[in-house]
């Protein structure tokens, strides 16, 4: 009798529609007339070069990646075309070593500009104005020692603001 039961229970449940719900990150609730999405090269107001090329390209390899769209640099060439500029970068030492009084950590906080547009009707279809980041980085204490970390903390910081761009984008979050 319980085998029954479980049988049927199985099968309610395999029969059942779907309640809506979805794992996030994998939804896509752009118009169905987006095929095409520029990435072109982010704006730049602060004083550290590299990191808005680099969040520009993650952004691009990150919609390659997760989604159907085909990315291109020319906003003429596109249905759609996101819109970014890093606004504002700080870096300051965060953590400290008890023993030298040297910094051990920093912390680097960037403020972003996101927007997405539809080419044809100029309409916004995803807008993230001050969209804060941060990445923390560990440095050496003995200076004979001390390796350049902040390249691979962009780098970092890059990917992971181009999986939360995508991902919100993607969810209209």
Do not use: W
């Not at 059942?16 to 520029?38: E, F, N, R, T, W």
């Not at 990191?51 to 993650?58: E, G, K, P």
């Not at 051990?104 to 995803?126: C, D, P, Q, W």
């Not at 104005?129 to 390796?147: H, K, N, T």
């Amino acid at each position: 009798m319980t085998r029954l039961r479980l049988g049927l229970a199985a099968a309610i449940l395999a029969a059942a529609p779907g309640c809506g719900y979805h794992v996030s990150g994998h939804a896509d609730l752009l118009p169905k007339s987006i095929k095409v999405i520029a990435v072109p090269a982010f704006g730049n107001a602060t004083s550290r070069y590299k990191l808005a090329d680099r969040l520009s390209s993650a952004v691009g390899r990150e919609f390659l990646t997760r989604t159907r769209y085909r990315i291109v640099a020319d906003p003429n060439l596109a249905d759609a075309v996101l819109q970014g500029a890093l606004v504002n970068y700080t870096s300051y030492p965060a953590v400290f070593d008890p023993a030298t009084g040297r910094a051990s950590g920093v912390l680097m906080v960037a403020t972003l500009n996101v927007k997405l547009v539809n080419r044809v009707t100029g309409e916004a279809i995803f807008v993230r104005p001050s969209m804060e980041v941060r990445e923390r980085y560990e440095i050496a204490i003995d200076p004979r020692a001390y390796f350049e970390e902040s390249d691979t903390a962009i780098e970092r910081m890059s990917r992971e603001v181009a999986r939360s761009i995508v991902s919100a984008v993607l969810e209209k979050f």
